[in-house]
């Protein structure tokens, strides 16, 4: 499947895709897009079909168990190798709160962060909230209480990651950053962001529920 056409355009080298091979790289949102909140219903109906775990016959897990609140590591289709992202909210809601590591600006600010750091965006981009370019995800649900931690670690470090690097401080290794805060066991961080995110939940085995440690 193909993304959408974006602002990368095509005079992205050949060498700095290669380079780029262990790194994810996503075009920066438009401002309607960046600063747009909520799903399409759709989008938040097909959330956990890309990996859906084989029919088991042991009890459903009950909602009150899953708990209200929620992250989704995702990872979804790009000009290049991907990107890897969060989800955030409240499960009764529609609205969808953003999370991601990207390089700001066009094609130039994406080949220069393959050789030193650029500066970084770290809301929605481009195709973020589109299902069709879904490529995997895992979902984990919270109680109030620490999900009001972690939402409050999800800004806190987006407030504290100014810059994007394709091989140091990229977007898998943004949301493992997340998934380490809440307890997570996580996988090697510069890998792309489908087997990232695939990765992540095998390694969990498929944990729905996560909470955290009172101390």
Same mark, same amino acid.
Request: proline fraction near 6%; aromatic fraction near 10%; include cysteine.
């Given at each position: 499947?193909?993304?959408?056409?974006?602002?990368?355009?095509?005079?992205?080298?050949?060498?700095?895709?290669?380079?780029?091979?262990?790194?994810?790289? &996503?075009?920066?949102?438009?401002?309607?897009?960046?600063?747009?909140?909520?799903?399409?219903?759709?989008?938040?109906?097909?959330?956990?079909?890309?990996?859906?775990?084989?029919?088991?016959?042991?009890?459903?897990?009950?909602?009150?168990?899953?708990?209200?609140?929620?992250?989704?590591?995702?990872?979804? %289709?790009?000009?290049?190798?991907?990107?890897?992202?969060?989800?955030?909210?409240?499960?009764?809601?529609?609205?969808?709160?953003?999370?991601?590591?990207?390089?700001?600006?066009?094609?130039?600010?994406?080949?220069?962060?393959?050789? &030193?750091?650029?500066?970084? /965006?770290?809301?929605?981009?481009?195709?973020?909230?589109?299902? /069709?370019?879904? %490529?995997?995800?895992?979902?984990?649900?919270?109680?109030?209480?620490?999900?009001?931690?972690?939402?409050?670690?999800?800004?806190?470090?987006?407030?504290?990651?100014?810059?994007?690097?394709?091989?140091?401080?990229?977007?898998?290794?943004?949301?493992?950053?997340?998934? /380490?805060?809440?307890?997570?066991?996580?996988?090697?961080?510069?890998?792309?962001?489908?087997?990232?995110?695939?990765?992540?939940?095998?390694?969990?085995?498929?944990?729905?529920?996560?909470?955290?440690?009172?101390?």
């Amino acid at each position: 499947m193909t993304n959408k056409p974006d602002r990368s355009g095509p005079c992205i080298l050949a060498g700095f895709a290669l380079a780029a091979m262990l790194a994810c790289t &996503t075009p920066s949102a438009s401002a309607h897009e960046a600063n747009k909140r909520v799903a399409d219903a759709n989008a938040l109906a097909t959330t956990d079909t890309v990996s859906r775990p084989a029919p088991s016959t042991r009890r459903p897990v009950a909602r009150a168990e899953q708990g209200p609140y929620y992250v989704d590591f995702r990872a979804r %289709t790009a000009a290049s190798w991907g990107h890897a992202f969060v989800w955030y909210g409240k499960t009764s809601e529609r609205a969808v709160e953003v999370a991601g590591l990207t390089p700001a600006g066009d094609t130039w600010a994406y080949v220069l962060g393959h050789l &030193t750091w650029v500066p970084a /965006e770290t809301g929605a981009s481009y195709g973020d909230l589109d299902p /069709e370019y879904l %490529t995997a995800n895992y979902r984990v649900y919270l109680n109030e209480a620490d999900a009001k931690r972690v939402f409050a670690y999800i800004k806190k470090l987006q407030a504290s990651s100014p810059v994007w690097n394709a091989e140091t401080t990229n977007c898998t290794g943004f949301i493992g950053d997340i998934a /380490e805060y809440m307890g997570l066991k996580v996988p090697y961080r510069w890998q792309r962001p489908e087997n990232f995110v695939n990765s992540l939940k095998e390694m969990n085995g498929g944990r729905q529920m996560v909470r955290l440690s009172t101390e």
